[in-house]
């Protein structure tokens, strides 16, 4: 902390909600600094004027409000799915790949404006404080981070409704308790936690979940899309070209419609602790289904296969915070050779929370019946081979069979 | 081939369906042998005295039919589901699992009954013959392997119904022509391959699926089931402890009625080709849901995400005939310590093609509000630990950055 | 800190050398706690009784003098050669391997004498550290530690030298000033690191090297000795069979007179900073060599192949500090079951620094004159068979070079 | 066989000697196909005119005679250095990186001169037989593939002599009975196999020996050598910037005056047995111990752990034959990648069979005093983070424990 004493000038990460803007009060009144705003449309539902609003309240002179939709679907979320990443068996890890945006972008803007530290409001118990700093830290290894959480005084709930009414920062009526659980929000999903979610054997209240409906209230007909990739990524829906986050968009809301993406887990932080959410993800859902669905008639086997071995690595990676580190690099180098091929349709049935593969087809298909003919006339494939080839694979066994009896 | 000529006693994987007749027939007349049939209920739903039947009138005197379902399932399938194994991001290894258990009792009773050698009914194009014969050949280095499809000198089906009416073999009427699909089925799962299924952009026909309904069919309301796991098992389903084969049968009674565990996919052969399946399995789909659940509370990190990595290894393994191998041994020793704790009870909502975790507790938790009590009480988390923690993780990415500026 | 205030009693990792006195008094002056000195014999090749001297000195009435060097070597050495474990290409964890079991008995001392800490004379910068803590919270969950490098005030060597002053601890003259370099030994290996070995472009002075002469020095004719092993750990040397310690300090007296073992290096810390270090490991460089050579002979390649793909994880945990973890124990669970039949002979010749393997056999070998010409007369290996092994290895490959042309 | 039976054109790989010039006139007079030679020096040593006389003097009109040693160097075996390849912990590769190449080029002369296949000499129980076809596959799939030890009629070495005279090819006297011993040969290695080598227990005879002195006949004094990199490659000796044959044929001449790069071993081939080789690669240990220690002053721990844990991988794909595979392109994208700042020079120390690193330093260092320095001073390293780092890595340790007790 004592290092952060002397921080002049701070980029802080401003949603414009209650919590950051007692950070930055608290960050202009106790740490002395002057703060440089930074808040994103990373599609997570907001409005953003009001935040600006709040900020040239606040005194602040310096406000980035930027729509980065586009480049986190096309430069975080679409790699990402290249790699069919998967957290633990099950997370599509929709909050982890959106920080290390934000983090860049703190970076940039503090450079541009001279800042000598940035500042965000997650707290030290969770995951997002470490995706946050590693990113800003990868990016500039001289800068000074700011975690409120950890290292203000307040102890309590109470502490900080007094703060903010100290300053007269406006305080929602339902936001002078503890929330019944807490939401992050961005485009590729919405995640809950806390309180009413804590006990896993509960099964989680409807009113939780923010961008879907059931699949019991989901229409009682199937919904059926096409989805064309191009080099591993969606690039049309039902055959019309579309820009990355308006396909994505797009997805986002056939998957609402059909009860879609919903997903209640307990799973493992890197700070070290379980912890118990549930997340919303229905276009990436939908997605994942589709990517696996491309490449498994245009993806070569070894290839395939070596991506299911490196994926989970890859996934730990991004959702301990790495994602700018030379090991993710390498991974997403290995991925996004192995993607150049991945080209072709892919149509899905949705009905009630399901997501159906009825077809796919490439004009670089691996299966084909041309190919099986062309094989069969040529003597690609002789079922004799097959005697030989299990023989050779059997050696080794049957070496050891002997040796053993 | 030649080799094959002097066999003298042969035991053959025998199904009583009109293909391993006829193969039974071929091995009497043409390769001279005396036939001991074994034919298994591994739960594909099939009568089996109507074999018995037939291999009498066949004229074998030594006849094995016998009941494995309970053998299959503890020794094979629930081992396998403590990996989570999954092949290639979605199957779930129905059909590989099931030939190591045929192949281990064909070499059993070919010691019993004094047999040089076994034989199959699987093709020269298929994975299934590399999985009965490396099954084989680590049990038996020095077992004789007949695969008549590789091995007869039929070209057609209509030489195959020529050589079985020669020989009085009952011809069902339905068998006359090919097949518009092929059949496997266990109690796992059954799968359907070929013909009309061929092209993977058509969607499969309704008519393909074997054992469950669509999800359009099942029922309105959902289903909710309790399953109760003991060092990765499930045990008990609804607070009623079962065997693994009963209960398993449950999961798959569930599964069929809620129009669970449907799959199209194409997948890679190990024989080197692309085919394409479509794949039924109710009761795994259910299974494989409920244990990651288990493990999610059940399971320390280190060894989930090892766990993780491991999968794909194992599960290519399973799928490419190696059940019987030195490396699959070693990733199952890993695979079973980590299931020590894993225990304690899942609750599922089962709806329309939906399994929906809606909770899990166990005795073994390393989720739980009494430790997170007490690690705050004592100490356990100190938030001010995470600043370190970053700070360390962040120390070669902040070198690194520093060089590459 | 502040909860370690309350410390009662603590079991302190006691050398005897001046740094670990000046922490006992530490201990019992500025954290007045009573005091228990646990003095392990890891084969470090220092007399142990003046350490129980200097603690009667200082008033301990617990003392603790163990000779734990058939434990180390037994159950945590060779476990570890098992795996052929090394970390980063070249280093044999001779450091990393011995932090477990001090942890272990420091643990269990703590609760023979009713201690609710412990504490250790570790760097703040160093991993040793980190495998101390890690090992001991994994063993005992409440404990308390007490890093005294990271904890006290003191800020410089002339600090310690005064504080030893005041009470009266003995201070050899070479100790009063900054050692030029720091050495860590025990039976496995000895490490020497720092000052004047801090640039990695100079070449260590020669008077670094503590236990093994220079190749140069070592004799101009080869040594031959021969190794025995079961279940993969060395068993008997040159015929004669002897206790896992015993055996080891042979091998560390053949590899010391042979100029076996010396490794200069820079490796990546836990920490986050790479260092530089001079480590000897003249028994264990031998181990190694020997291990893979009969591995080479009874292992099959599925074993082998695997393990050499898990090694790389399994060297990183133990050199990280989590030998005392459920991922670390499960690789162990794969690795010990692939060694059940690794025994038999290798001859080896020692020369100049070289370990060269002249020899292996074993009644368990899958090497063999007889399995070959078995194979042959038994159609085992038909050259023909290769044609149809390789013909299906390459139907992906050539799919796909059909499909890119 | 039968496909063959129509093959026109045929590019063989001819080696000039009497093997290779049976095959060549077999293929004239028994598969009646105009046959066209590739001869390629690739560093082993022989001189090739001859090659060309004989092809001359059996009809041959188009003779390829190439020297290949720059391609070889620099576009498969450096590639293969940057990753520290070694199979099963000891073998270099040497034999089988050189088969891709030649592979490579016989495809390509197929194309010019309007040849339907390609033959080799490789027999039908070993590796490279799988290696020159799998790469001609994957360059070529319609390619035909003559493989004359697997497909001819001739039964023993009399046999092959007898056809030889009938056809008056020249016959060298230590050519009519089988050789003591095989060789394969080329700039990175040389290998030697069978007879007189079958015996895994019997040492080497001091004869098969082709390309260094035993580290006893080295000199007794030390040589010194710096190497210089660049992204991962080496390209300069003792400060003199060479092509990459040149300075591997350098780094060939140290190893063979220092009896560097000897090795006895018995590994596992691909088609399933266990074989005994004693191979010779005198620059390619010291580049391996150069390339390490580069790295590990340059390269990043993350991107060196990675780099670890896939090798094993690497080296089986390059061992097995799939060098043109999608995943070896893979794995080779993520590795190239991470070699971007492997620069530098190191000092080695060449002593009678040691390999010994010196020095190491690169203006792209992550070790350097001024780093260090320049974190102590700005708090990038606190003594204090070290706690809060262990106590985090702890948790799940502490939480598994407190649970288990």
Not at 2 to 27: C, E, F, M, P
């Amino acid at each position: 902390m004592s290092a952060l004493k002397n921080v002049k000038k701070v980029v802080l990460a401003y949603s414009g909600g209650l919590d950051t803007s007692i950070i930055l009060k608290w960050l202009q009144t106790e740490m002395n600094a002057e703060v440089v705003t930074f808040t994103a449309d990373l599609g997570q539902g907001d409005e953003l004027e009001p935040a600006r609003k709040k900020a040239e309240m606040m005194g602040i002179r310096e406000i980035y409000i930027e729509d980065v939709r586009e480049e986190f679907i096309s430069d975080f979320v679409f790699p990402m799915f290249r790699a069919n990443a998967v957290y633990e068996g099950v997370y599509l890890l929709g909050t982890s790949i959106a920080r290390p945006l934000i983090s860049k972008r703190l970076i940039e803007i503090a450079e541009e404006t001279g800042a000598d530290a940035i500042a965000h409001g997650a707290t030290g118990k969770g995951n997002d404080q470490v995706r946050f700093e590693l990113s800003a830290y990868a990016l500039n290894p001289d800068i000074k981070i700011i975690a409120p959480w950890r290292d203000w005084s307040f102890k309590s709930r109470t502490d900080l409704i007094e703060f903010a009414e100290k300053y007269q920062i406006p305080i929602p009526k339902d936001k002078r308790g503890e929330a019944p659980f807490s939401v992050d929000a961005n485009m590729l999903h919405s995640s809950s936690e806390g309180k009413v979610l804590e006990d896993p054997w509960d099964e989680p209240p409807a009113y939780v979940y923010q961008r879907t409906i059931s699949p019991e209230e989901a229409p009682d007909t199937a919904t059926e899309i096409e989805i064309e990739f191009s080099r591993g990524d969606p690039i049309a829906l039902n055959g019309e070209t579309l820009s990355p986050a308006t396909l994505f968009a797009r997805l986002n809301d056939y998957g609402r419609d059909n009860g879609v993406g919903r997903l209640d887990l307990v799973e493992n932080r890197f700070v070290g602790m379980k912890s118990r959410g549930v997340y919303e993800t229905p276009g990436g859902t939908i997605l994942l289904t589709a990517h696996r669905a491309i490449e498994s008639i245009t993806l070569d086997r070894g290839a395939a296969h070596l991506k299911d071995e490196l994926m989970p690595r890859y996934a730990e990676l991004i959702y301990n915070g790495f994602w700018f580190s030379p090991e993710r690099s390498m991974l997403q180098a290995a991925i996004d050779l192995s993607q150049e091929s991945v080209e072709g349709k892919v149509r899905l049935k949705l009905y009630k929370g399901n997501v159906i593969v009825t077809g796919r087809e490439s004009a670089k298909t691996l299966y084909s019946d041309q190919l099986v003919t062309f094989e069969d006339d040529q003597g690609a494939y002789d079922q004799k081979d097959a005697a030989g080839f299990i023989k050779l694979n059997a050696l080794r066994l049957r070496t050891l069979a002997s040796r053993d009896r």
